[in-house]
C-alpha cells in the first residue's frame, strides 16, 4: 500500500469523473465470450413452451432449438447447456433412458452438431430428469443413495453423450468418485477430446425450484442434501474442488452462484483451472418477478449481478440470461 502525506487530501473520485475514465480503470468487464446458455429440450416438432416459472424461458422441440441455437450463435455465445424432459412413460427406476444411444439428449446432440457446428456443447451428467423418483442416483428400497452402483449408470451416460459428439460432459450428480470413473472410461474408449466441466461444490439449494418445474424432476422423496452440500459450508468446497481436480476435472463449477460469491472467491483462489459459476433459475426468476411488477431496472440489475460473479472470480457464467445479455452488450 502506498501512503500519501497526511496533509494532501484524498480524491479517490478523481478516478470516476467521467465514463471515459472509469471505463479505462474498470477491473472486471463483462463479455459474451464468459456465457454459456442452458437450454431445455423435449420431443415433438413445432414446439414451444414458456416455463412458467422462468418467464422468457422455454422448451423447444428439437427443430426449434436448431433454429434457436443458430441465433444463439450469432449472437456469439460459444457454448450451450443441454437437458431434456423427459417423459414420464420413459423414466423408470434406474434411469436407463439415460443412456439410450437414440435418446433425446443423444439425437439433440447429433443434430446440433450437423447444424451449427461451431457452438460448444455441453451435456448434463445426473439421473434426475430419467428416474420417476427424480434423485440423480440409484436408490434402494429404504431410499438411501446408492453411490458407488450410481457410478456404473453415470459412466454409461456420459460415454453415449460422448458417443453423439459433445464436447464437455457436465457430471451434476455430486456422487463421490463420478469424475475419475468418468474420466477413465471416457480416455479408455478413446474419447480424449471430450471435457469434464465438474459440479464440483454444488449446494443443496432452495434456489433450484423453477428448473425442477422445468423438467418435472422434483424429487418424489426426500431432498437431495445426502449428496449435494450443505449451504453453511465453505471448506468443503476447497475439499470437493480439490478431488474433482485430482480426478481429472477440465473446468470446476460454483452453483448456485448469487448466494455464494465468497465460494467462488476461494475456489478461484485455490486453483489455476478455469473456474464456472451457474446463476441458477431461481436466482433468474427473482430478477424477472421484480422486473415484472416494475420494482428494479432488469437490465442493469442482470448486468450487476452477472459483473459480480466475475468480480467474484468466475471466468464462465451459466445464465438464462446468456441471450438477452448478449444482445446488451452488441
Ligand atoms: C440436475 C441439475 C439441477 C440443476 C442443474 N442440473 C437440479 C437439481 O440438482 O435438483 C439446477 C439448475 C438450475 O436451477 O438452474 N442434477
Same mark, same amino acid.
Given at each position: 500500500?502506498?501512503?500519501?502525506?497526511?496533509?494532501?487530501?484524498?480524491?479517490?473520485?478523481? &478516478?470516476?469523473?467521467?465514463?471515459?475514465?472509469?471505463?479505462?480503470?474498470?477491473?472486471?468487464?463483462?463479455?459474451?465470450?464468459?456465457?454459456?446458455?442452458?437450454?431445455?429440450?423435449?420431443?415433438?416438432?413445432?414446439?414451444?413452451?414458456?416455463?412458467?416459472?422462468?418467464?422468457?424461458?422455454?422448451?423447444?422441440?428439437?427443430?426449434?432449438?436448431?433454429?434457436?441455437?443458430?441465433?444463439? !450463435?450469432?449472437?456469439?455465445?460459444?457454448?450451450?447447456?443441454?437437458?431434456?424432459?423427459?417423459?414420464?412413460?420413459?423414466?423408470?427406476?434406474?434411469?436407463?433412458?439415460?443412456?439410450?444411444?437414440?435418446?433425446?439428449?443423444?439425437?439433440?446432440?447429433?443434430?446440433?452438431?450437423?447444424?451449427?457446428?461451431?457452438?460448444?456443447?455441453?451435456?448434463?451428467?445426473?439421473?434426475?430428469?430419467?428416474?420417476?423418483?427424480?434423485?440423480?442416483?440409484?436408490?434402494?428400497?429404504?431410499?438411501?443413495?446408492?453411490?458407488?452402483?450410481?457410478?456404473?449408470?453415470?459412466?454409461?451416460?456420459?460415454?453415449?453423450?460422448?458417443?453423439?459428439?459433445?464436447?464437455?460432459?457436465?457430471?451434476?450428480?455430486?456422487?463421490?468418485?463420478?469424475?475419475?470413473?468418468?474420466?477413465?472410461?471416457?480416455?479408455?474408449?478413446?474419447?480424449?477430446?471430450?471435457?469434464?466441466?465438474?459440479?464440483?461444490?454444488?449446494?443443496?439449494?432452495?434456489?433450484?425450484?423453477?428448473?425442477?418445474?422445468?423438467?418435472? !424432476?422434483?424429487?418424489?422423496?426426500?431432498?437431495?442434501?445426502?449428496?449435494?452440500?450443505?449451504?453453511?459450508?465453505?471448506?468443503?468446497?476447497?475439499?470437493?474442488?480439490?478431488?474433482?481436480?485430482?480426478?481429472?476435472?477440465?473446468?470446476?463449477?460454483?452453483?448456485?452462484?448469487?448466494?455464494?460469491?465468497?465460494?467462488?472467491?476461494?475456489?478461484?483462489?485455490?486453483?489455476?483451472?478455469?473456474?464456472?459459476?451457474?446463476?441458477?433459475?431461481?436466482?433468474?426468476?427473482?430478477?424477472?418477478?421484480?422486473?415484472?411488477?416494475?420494482?428494479?431496472?432488469?437490465?442493469?440489475?442482470?448486468?450487476?449481478?452477472?459483473?459480480?460473479?466475475?468480480?467474484?472470480?468466475?471466468? &464462465?457464467?451459466?445464465?438464462?440470461?446468456?441471450?438477452?445479455?448478449?444482445?446488451?452488450?452488441?
Amino acid at each position: 500500500m502506498s501512503s500519501q502525506p497526511l496533509n494532501l487530501p484524498q480524491r479517490p473520485r478523481r &478516478l470516476r469523473r467521467t465514463e471515459t475514465l472509469r471505463k479505462m480503470v474498470r477491473e472486471t468487464t463483462l463479455s459474451v465470450d464468459d456465457l454459456i446458455y442452458p437450454m431445455f429440450v423435449m420431443e415433438g416438432e413445432e414446439e414451444k413452451v414458456e416455463i412458467a416459472s422462468m418467464p422468457g424461458c422455454y422448451r423447444y422441440s428439437l427443430d426449434l432449438l436448431l433454429e434457436e441455437i443458430a441465433e444463439v !450463435s450469432r449472437l456469439g455465445i460459444n457454448a450451450v447447456a443441454l437437458f431434456p424432459v423427459i417423459p414420464e412413460n420413459q423414466k423408470d427406476d434406474t434411469g436407463t433412458e439415460s443412456y439410450n444411444p437414440e435418446g433425446l439428449i443423444q439425437e439433440t446432440v447429433k443434430a446440433i452438431k450437423k447444424a451449427v457446428p461451431e457452438i460448444l456443447i455441453i451435456t448434463d451428467v445426473a439421473l434426475d430428469p430419467f428416474t420417476t423418483h427424480g434423485h440423480d442416483g440409484l436408490v434402494d428400497e429404504n431410499g438411501k443413495i446408492l453411490n458407488d452402483q450410481t457410478l456404473e449408470v453415470l459412466v454409461k451416460m456420459a460415454l453415449s453423450q460422448a458417443e453423439a459428439g459433445t464436447d464437455f460432459v457436465a457430471p451434476s450428480d455430486m456422487m463421490d468418485g463420478r469424475i475419475g470413473a468418468i474420466r477413465t472410461a471416457l480416455d479408455a474408449e478413446g474419447y480424449i477430446n471430450v471435457g469434464i466441466l465438474a459440479y464440483s461444490a454444488k449446494y443443496a439449494s432452495a434456489y433450484y425450484g423453477p428448473f425442477r418445474d422445468a423438467l418435472d !424432476s422434483a424429487p418424489k422423496f426426500g431432498d437431495k442434501k445426502t449428496y449435494q452440500m450443505d449451504a453453511a459450508n465453505a471448506k468443503e468446497a476447497l475439499k470437493e474442488i480439490e478431488l474433482d481436480i485430482a480426478e481429472g476435472a477440465d473446468i470446476i463449477m460454483v452453483k448456485p452462484a448469487l448466494a455464494y460469491l465468497d465460494i467462488i472467491c476461494q475456489v478461484k483462489a485455490a486453483t489455476n483451472l478455469p473456474v464456472a459459476a451457474y446463476d441458477v433459475s431461481g436466482e433468474y426468476a427473482m430478477i424477472k418477478a421484480a422486473a415484472q411488477y416494475g420494482w428494479i431496472d432488469e437490465k442493469k440489475v442482470i448486468l450487476e449481478t452477472l459483473t459480480s460473479m466475475k468480480r467474484a472470480g468466475a471466468d &464462465l457464467i451459466l445464465t438464462y440470461f446468456a441471450k438477452e445479455v448478449a444482445l446488451m452488450l452488441m
